[in-house]
T-cell receptor
Framework: AQSVTQPDIHITVSEGASLELRCNYS??????LFWYVQSPGQGLQLLLK????DTLVQGIKGFEAEFKRSQSSFNLRKPSVHWSDAAEYFC???????????WGAGTKLIIKP | DVKVTQSSRYLVKRTGEKVFLECVQD?????MFWYRQDPGLGLRLIYF???????EKGDIPEGYSVSREKKERFSLILESASTNQTSMYLC????????????FGSGTRLTVV
């Protein structure tokens, strides 16, 4: 069955440090991959997506993600986090059979001053 | 900017009440979705609609129904609210299914007492 795993429920990072949030998926076909961010009290906002082509994808707010087919991963990275990046981050896979998204459980990012 | 507006940010209802959650989008999107979000479970699809008067069950439709009488409005109905329906409810819309261009509302946090 298709699934998305975000192994880290919480991650704490110091402001200015680098960040990597992990996402692994299980999907038989070519995956469409997404990262969304949910700031406190807000809906979800798309950070970036991968459909095809270059496996390193640039997104908004200085985020990037790399698709690694051999590892079934789509990890999100940022070289230097800001306090405003504190939020919950969701990875998702799009199924081309019905165009719906399968969601990971989310990773809550905490920024230490 | 596309706006998806959910009528209430916070709602408290009693067990057994019939509850209506309203969602309106202003960009003529064909597709609308209702999710519930619970800690550690990510987003789970309740119902979706690809056209006016059309509805399809998602992964967890039990205890819910929906109505889409107009293109811009998608209502989620809890026929008889129960405490296990206490959750954050998110509405989303998209124009093109294959592009997965979801826009989310800010959510309604429903507490059933």
């Amino acid at each position: 069955a298709q699934s998305v795993t975000q192994p880290d429920i919480h991650i704490t990072v110091s402001e200015g440090a680098s960040l990597e949030l992990r996402c692994n998926y299980s999907y038989g076909a070519t995956p469409y991959l997404f990262w969304y961010v949910q700031s406190p009290g807000q809906g979800l906002q798309l950070l970036l997506k991968y459909f095809s082509g270059d496996t390193l994808v640039q997104g908004i707010k200085g985020f990037e993600a790399e698709f690694k087919r051999s590892q079934s991963s789509f990890n999100l990275r940022k070289p230097s986090v800001h306090w405003s990046d504190a939020a919950e981050y969701f990875c998702a896979v799009g199924m081309d059979s019905n165009y719906q998204l399968i969601w990971g459980a989310g990773t809550k990012l905490i920024i230490k001053p | 900017d596309v706006k998806v507006t959910q009528s209430s940010r916070y709602l408290v209802k009693r067990t057994g009440e019939k509850v209506f959650l309203e969602c309106v989008q202003d960009m003529d999107h064909e597709n609308m979705f209702w999710y519930r979000q619970d800690p550690g479970l990510g987003l789970r699809l309740i119902y979706f609609s690809y056209d006016v008067k059309m509805k399809e069950k998602g992964d967890i439709p039990e205890g819910y129904s929906v109505s889409r009488e107009k293109k811009e409005r998608f209502s989620l109905i809890l026929e008889s609210a129960s405490t296990n329906q206490t959750s954050m409810y998110l509405c989303a819309s998209s124009r093109d299914r294959s592009n997965y261009g979801y826009t989310f509302g800010s959510g309604t946090r429903l507490t059933v007492v």
